[in-house]
């Protein structure tokens, strides 16, 4: 069976880092890519990174430079580390395997950015 | 970035109505255009995966067709269990985008 389980999540004061872990298991982990998505209170999902099996990322323009996503293939997980936090950071953060989509998720992890 | 806009925003539908949303894209993305349900304090699922294929898993009341700029999903007989958030998704570049949203409320 397939899963994704992030973890890391918490409170945080504002300019305060986190690192957020997906840990995946029931697949073969190197063979995919995998990003992180989150939804903040009372809005939408938004994509904010990923990471192909070969290691390229990519981010949006809100994260780029505070955000950086890794994976460890022998570890079987993705991170998330996430630097100079702001209120806005608040949200639920998923991780997903991603294949045509993103066709398994995670139940989410939630980081709160408060002083 | 590639802008997606989805209408309706939200929508009210008895069971068994015919539903159906719109994701228009900023360029053309040929077929990269997913589809995805979420439910509060759930993870999303993937619904429609290249415009039209369906997931596996996923009942076959719910279809999608679209390419270029403009993209559909529909479900053809509502159900109790379809409420929820749907997101259209773009993957034709490597930093995807989602729709704002069409928030599905059984009447």
């Not at chain 2, 979420?38 to 290249?50: E, R, T, V």
Request: charged fraction near 20%; proline fraction near 4%; aromatic fraction near 12%.
């Amino acid at each position: 069976e397939v899963q994704l389980v992030e973890s890391g999540g918490g409170l945080v004061r504002p300019g305060g880092s986190l690192r957020l872990s997906c840990a995946a298991s029931g697949f073969s982990f190197s063979d995919y890519g995998f990003s992180w998505a989150r939804q903040a209170p009372g809005k939408g999902l938004e994509w904010i990174s990923s990471i192909t099996r070969f290691d390229r990322t990519y981010y949006t323009d809100s994260v780029e430079g505070r955000f950086t996503i890794s994976r460890d293939n022998a570890k079987n997980s993705v991170y998330l580390q996430l630097n100079s936090l702001r209120g806005d950071d608040t949200a639920v953060y998923f991780c997903a395997r991603d294949s045509f989509g993103s066709d398994y998720w995670g139940q989410g992890t939630l980081v709160t950015v408060s002083s | 970035d590639i802008q997606m806009t989805q209408s309706p925003s939200s929508l009210s539908a008895s069971v068994g109505d015919r539903v159906t949303i719109t994701c228009r894209t900023s360029q053309n993305i040929g077929r990269f255009l997913n589809w995805y349900q979420h439910k509060p304090g759930k993870a999303p699922k993937l619904l429609i995966y290249s415009a039209s294929s369906l997931e596996d898993g996923v009942p076959s009341s719910f279809s999608a067709t679209g390419s270029g700029t403009v993209f559909t999903l529909t479900i053809t007989s509502l159900q109790p269990e379809d409420f929820g958030t749907y997101y259209c998704q773009q993957s034709y570049t490597p930093r995807w985008t989602f729709g704002q949203g069409t928030r599905v409320e059984i009447k």
